[in-house]
């Protein structure tokens, strides 16, 4: 028995991620009663921690590419979903190397997944077909973090507990890759994509690097996930708790996103003035001490940030002369710079609070200036389709 329907294996490696999310937020939700069933106290361990997936995702996305080319993208997919799979450890941990090995390789196992996406898809759906299909990828992240942040506690009840929940996420993804292996995936044939051939292309990290597109297209999206990063870190410690609104908003925003980029071949517009929104309810929300214009600021945020993603995601598919390996390379440098320098301003963030006493405002003003990278990059961004019909 083998898969060969590209909705099928859409199936597969959407689900695997959405299991992802789950595990992955299940188990940072989880992590108060994991640390104390393993007698640690203080936030020395869970920063260590926290510290150690991040790297986790900065040198998986930026191996990702290297990955693929030596095992093949099916077996890289493969490799990403066993590492995802390994998360069943958390929940079973009896001692903090052993739950720091499964967190790692997990945050890991994701970040390979989320590079893999790109070149799956340029494989076996149409130019016309991957807008939709990657605004689906988009969210899936999203909808399995919505799921653990309203559906949790109903979750446990029905398996039994939270250690039960985080055994059966892990269960199923790797049943998912199982499922992954039955996928038919045939020797790489020498068609073309856009105007070059995909058997022939060859595209190195040197070659990423000095791309000027990889740099404008991951800098792009680098400062808005450096305020989606802190905003989930530090905004309730500010008496902000606005995460839901944010997360449930994001997903309406993709699929309004997927609709739009269906309709509209033009991609840089949309990224253009969803950008300008995207920098007003940043301040908005870091600034009003109202509570009922934050909440509305991180309803519009929430959909102004996700429905451009669509957009910005079929832009390298859509480029001349994409091949799978390229696309692989600039994924794989795009989420690894776009992670570095989110991660920077974690720190930052972090630092500039402690400096002031407790005090956020510097800290805010920091990611607000950041968040403005979506509307500032898209004067540099090409446009793909409309570009070369």
């Known amino acids: 028995m083998s898969i060969t329907n590209k909705?099928?294996?859409?199936?597969?490696?959407?689900?695997?991620?959405?299991?992802?999310?789950?595990?992955?937020?299940?188990?940072?939700?989880?992590?108060?009663?994991?640390?104390?069933?393993?007698?640690?106290?203080?936030?020395?361990?869970?920063?260590?921690?926290?510290?150690?997936?991040?790297?986790?995702?900065?040198?998986g996305t930026f191996i990702a590419a290297w990955i693929a080319v030596k095992l093949g993208m099916k077996n890289a997919f493969l490799v990403s979903a066993i590492l995802v799979g390994l998360g069943i450890f958390?929940?079973?941990?009896?001692?903090?190397?052993?739950?720091?090995?499964?967190?790692?390789?997990?945050?890991?196992?994701?970040?390979?997944?989320?590079v893999y996406f790109n070149p799956i898809v340029l494989r076996f759906f149409s130019v016309e077909e991957?807008?939709?299909?990657?605004?689906?990828?988009?969210?899936?992240?999203?909808?399995?973090?919505a799921m653990i942040l309203w559906g949790m506690p109903g979750?446990?009840?029905?398996?039994?507990?939270?250690?039960?929940?985080?055994?059966?996420?892990?269960?199923?993804?790797?049943l998912f890759a199982v499922l992954w292996l039955l996928?038919?995936?045939?020797?790489?044939?020498?068609?073309?994509?856009?105007?070059?051939s995909e058997q022939d292309a060859h595209y190195s990290y040197t070659q990423g690097l000095k791309d000027s597109f990889v740099w404008t297209y991951a800098l792009t999206y680098a400062g808005m996930l450096s305020f989606y990063v802190c905003l989930f870190t530090f905004y309730p410690k500010a008496g902000i708790a606005a995460s839901k609104w944010v997360i449930g908003f994001g997903i309406i925003g993709t699929l309004a996103g997927i609709i739009y980029s269906r309709k509209v071949l033009a991609r840089v517009p949309v990224i253009r003035w969803t950008g300008l929104v995207q920098i007003v309810c940043v301040v908005i929300l870091s600034f009003s001490s109202n509570e009922l214009l934050s909440i509305a600021s991180a309803m519009v945020l929430g959909f102004a940030v996700f429905?451009?993603?669509?957009?910005?995601?079929?832009?390298?598919h859509e480029l001349p002369g994409m091949t799978g390996q390229r696309i692989?390379?600039?994924?794989?440098?795009?989420?690894?710079?776009?992670?570095?320098?989110?991660?920077?301003?974690?720190?930052g963030f972090g630092i500039l609070v402690d400096a002031n006493g407790g005090e956020f405002t510097a800290a805010f003003v920091m990611v607000s200036i950041l968040s403005s990278s979506f509307f500032i990059g898209s004067f540099f961004l090409p446009e793909g389709r409309t570009s070369h019909q």
């Open 130 to 145: 991957r807008p939709a299909v990657n605004g689906l990828n988009a969210v899936a992240f999203n909808i399995g973090t």
């Open 328 to 347: 692989t390379v600039v994924f794989s440098l795009f989420w690894s710079i776009s992670y570095l320098v989110a991660t920077i301003a974690l720190w």
């Open 307 to 316: 429905m451009p993603v669509t957009a910005l995601v079929s832009i390298p």
């Open 7 to 59: 909705y099928l294996v859409e199936g597969i490696i959407f689900l695997s991620y959405v299991l992802f999310a789950m595990a992955w937020v299940g188990g940072t939700a989880s992590m108060d009663q994991i640390m104390q069933s393993m007698q640690l106290e203080g936030l020395a361990s869970a920063s260590f921690l926290s510290g150690a997936v991040t790297i986790a995702k900065i040198v």
């Open 183 to 196: 996928v038919r995936w045939q020797k790489e044939e020498s068609h073309s994509v856009g105007d070059a």
């Open 155 to 174: 979750i446990n009840r029905v398996t039994g507990g939270w250690q039960q929940s985080l055994v059966w996420f892990s269960v199923v993804s790797l």
């Open 90 to 114: 958390t929940p079973l941990a009896q001692s903090y190397d052993l739950l720091l090995a499964s967190r790692f390789l997990m945050g890991l196992g994701g970040a390979l997944m989320v």
